[in-house]
């Protein structure tokens, strides 16, 4: 059977031009007497919950789990071993195959320790110790010995075999389904390619199908060695396993809140958990030595014999969850800090892979962790889980929402993921309401809203926070609950940002990327009148009291206040292009002119003329986002002829010898005003022995620096009357005074000390 499987793998490789066939046929015994001798299982019922089951690096009908770039099965297996031992209380065994290479990852010896801990005595590993890795010979080659030492160490019952030897094989499984308390492992000394002429032990051959020249010959060769033709049929399995029903489960009765009791939404999971195992008793949950802080330790205490305690190491935890929920034995919820699940990336995306039915849960999200500092606060996990396939993302923002969130998490196909914070917030939905998958929940909405503002978790709380400030004010503006960020209801954020008129914000104790704010955005991004503002945390965190952190990042009521009444205050996003101007007063230039930031509104395109505009500037941005990082404020000097312009010099516009903004032109080089005086100072440039010179940080900045000629032949410093050496031409009449336009309001922060302006010149 083993050279059946060769010729097999030799075969499929050629055909495919791609594989593993020398790997195959390292293995090719193993998995001969394993599926042939050794496990139990219906081969017309590969699903059946009584069979045998396998953990391999490839999907096939019989392999359980995916576990991608080797490494990861061990841990699955685990989960499934700790199922049948623990939960199911069944006679089927679990065998997990594994190279030797793999072995290097941490990960394995996570799983290791587990097996041992618990005494996993249904469960096989079996290390392929062919010598060689992808790329060159491994660490240990074959000294099978140290694998042997090392996995004693662990507290594994292990055996050092031929792994081409067909009796060493089945006498060694034989032994491990006769130790107890003990995991088994068996460690194989194999060939790469064995039985393939000039392959067999050679280096350079992974990942390489053989030659198509040579494969006829080969495929020869190894059947001659077969012997017989009899067909092998496998024992059936011993049919012990229960039945069980993990579908349509529902909430028994309400949660049990009060609008205004304060919750954390972390401890409202443990809650709802524990309460979910009473309604079904197939609910498990596992931990990563987290379960005092996110409150799985509720469910520990009333249903123990579910607990599964999986330490720090939270890729095993990962894995381990994945193997209790195959083949639909469990309901697994697997929680720790969601920081912590980054280290667990690899193996989420894995499960996303293979399709598995699990629940995370993090918790700690974002600065609001506060005290405990930035290694603590996740600000990372939903860019982290957008990503996966058929991945759903509870976000809940009270009590309530958390408990239908892990109800619904129960009933979910695919992977979900909780994210849970650490503050205590206030409960803002009554008990009888009703939550589902992919509908946000309108919180605060009017007719005459001007806004609407997206959150979740806390900055939901912040948002009705800004809400109520606003409403003393007589500004009423809608806000909106996620409730799930994927699936995102798109529909309820473009009619809501419609009616108030395409204004939306949104705030997310979460980096920008991959956050609330890119979701909003991508959703609304075939609809030209909405334009989205996005609030989220930005830089390296740092510890202390929340609610200070939740202001000096950005993501308060305050600065959801400020941007909001700098919204208010603007028009509505301008129209595409129009045939010769657009608000503001702005002349037209492809792709289409935008505004600028208007504050009062009337005062936009008060003085436009073909020299200058108060707050419209001429560029080729898209968004109206653009326009306000481009705008330049023209103001005016009342104690000299020259004019100053505001803080940038990006899209300004010339028009003649008159730059908006107060610089003038002299030659090629754009040259600034100062204040008091009509002296020239080049932007960005520094005075030098034959005039004005440009630095190097501005070479992107400015145009290249005028000729001798152009700047008269004796060189010099310009004078203010423009005599002397280097003289310019004449200052051109100003044709309209320029208006002073009020400062917008700043958020609070550091004070830094203005910067000072440049000294008089004459």
Not at 424 to 444: H, M, N, S, W
Not at 459 to 464: D, I, K, N, V
Not at 506 to 532: C, N, Q
Not at 537 to 560: K, N
Request: aromatic share 6%; with cysteine; glycine share 10%.
């Amino acid at each position: 059977m083993a050279n059946r499987l060769r010729i097999h793998s030799i075969r499929a490789t050629c055909a495919s031009g791609s594989g593993h066939p020398t790997s195959s046929s390292s293995a090719a015994e193993i998995m001969s007497v394993l599926f042939f001798h050794t496990m139990r299982y219906k081969q017309s019922d590969p699903e059946n919950p009584d069979n045998d089951r396998f953990v391999l690096s490839k999907r096939l009908s019989f392999v359980d789990v995916i576990s991608g770039w080797l490494e990861q099965g061990l841990g699955a297996a685990c989960g499934m071993a700790y199922t049948g031992k623990y939960f199911d209380k069944a006679s089927y065994r679990v065998f997990c195959l594994m190279g030797d290479g793999e072995s290097s990852e941490g990960s394995v010896w996570e799983a290791l320790a587990f097996a041992s801990h618990y005494h996993l005595d249904n469960l096989v590993a079996i290390f392929d110790v062919n010598r060689l890795g992808p790329s060159s010979a491994l660490p240990l080659e074959h000294c099978t010995t140290i694998y042997q030492k090392r996995c004693e160490a662990f507290g594994w019952n292990t055996y050092v075999v031929d792994g081409h030897d067909v009796e060493a094989l089945c006498q060694a499984f034989w032994q491990a389904s006769q130790v107890k308390n003990k995991p088994t492992a068996v460690v194989a000394k194999t060939f790469k390619g064995r039985g393939i002429p000039n392959v067999e032990g050679a280096e350079k051959w992974h990942g390489k199908p053989m030659p198509k020249e040579r494969a006829d010959a080969i495929i020869k060769l190894i059947e001659s060695q077969i012997e017989t033709s009899k067909d092998l049929v496998p024992k059936p399995p011993v049919e012990d396993s229960p039945q069980i029903n993990i579908t349509d489960i529902k909430l028994t009765t309400p949660p049990a809140y009060k609008v205004g009791d304060k919750v954390a939404t972390r401890k409202a999971y443990g809650l709802a958990l524990a309460k979910l195992g009473h309604a079904n008793k197939r609910v498990i949950a596992l931990d990563g030595d987290t379960k005092n802080s996110t409150f799985s330790e509720m469910f520990q205490k009333e249903h123990p014999e579910r607990f599964i305690e999986c330490f720090i190491a939270e890729q095993n935890m990962v894995s381990v969850a994945l193997g209790c929920a195959t083949r639909g034995r469990t309901i697994a919820f697997a929680s720790t800090f969601a920081a912590f699940l980054t280290r667990a990336f690899d193996q989420i995306r894995v499960g996303a892979v293979s399709q598995t039915n699990v629940n995370l849960a993090g918790s700690h999200c974002g600065v609001s962790v506060g005290e405990d500092g930035p290694s603590q606060m996740a600000l990372e996990d939903l860019a982290m889980f957008r990503v996966i396939p058929s991945c759903t993302i509870f976000y809940p923002s009270d009590a309530v929402s958390t408990e239908h969130a892990v109800y619904l998490a129960a009933n979910t196909q695919g992977m979900c993921f909780i994210r849970t914070t650490r503050p205590e917030t206030a409960v803002i939905y009554a008990p009888e309401e009703r939550f589902e998958v992919g509908q946000a929940k309108l919180v605060r909405h009017s007719a005459s809203d001007k806004v609407t503002v997206i959150g979740a978790g806390v900055t939901l709380h912040e948002a009705l926070e800004a809400a109520d400030e606003l409403s003393k004010e007589g500004i009423s503006i809608r806000v909106i609950d996620l409730f799930t960020l994927k699936p995102l209801d798109a529909a309820t954020i473009i009619s809501s940002a419609k009616v108030t008129g395409g204004h939306v914000i949104t705030v997310e104790d979460h980096y920008r990327e991959g956050g609330i704010g890119e979701a909003v955005s991508a959703a609304v991004a075939m609809e030209p009148d909405i334009l989205v503002r996005q609030l989220a945390v930005s830089g390296v965190p740092q510890s202390g009291q929340p609610s200070d952190l939740l202001d000096m990042f950005g993501i308060s009521a305050r600065h959801i206040i400020e941007t909001l009444l700098g919204t208010v205050q603007s028009t509505p996003p301008p129209p595409r292009l129009v045939p010769r101007a657009a608000p503001g007063g702005a002349e037209r230039a492809e792709p289409g002119w935008l505004r600028g930031a208007v504050s009062p509104p009337q005062v936009a395109g008060d003085s436009c003329t073909k020299e200058h505009a108060e707050d419209g500037s001429q560029h080729k941005a898209r968004t109206r986002e653009d326009c306000l990082d481009w705008v330049t404020r023209c103001q005016s000097n009342q104690a000299g002829p020259g004019f100053f312009g505001g803080p940038g010099e990006a899209g300004l516009r010339q028009e003649r010898s008159l730059l908006i903004g107060g610089a003038t032109r002299k030659g090629r080089t754009w040259l600034r005003c100062t204040a008091r005086n009509a002296g020239y100072v080049a932007v960005g440039g520094e005075l030098g022995e034959r005039g004005w010179r440009r630095t190097a940080r501005e070479r992107d900045l400015a145009p290249p620096p005028p000729s001798d000629s152009e700047r008269g032949e004796e060189g010099g410093r310009p004078q203010a009357d423009g005599s002397g050496a280097g003289s310019r031409p004449p200052r051109p009449a100003v044709t309209a005074p320029l208006r002073r336009l009020p400062a917008r309001s700043q958020p609070a922060g550091p004070e830094v000390a203005p910067a000072a302006r440049p000294p008089p010149l004459c």
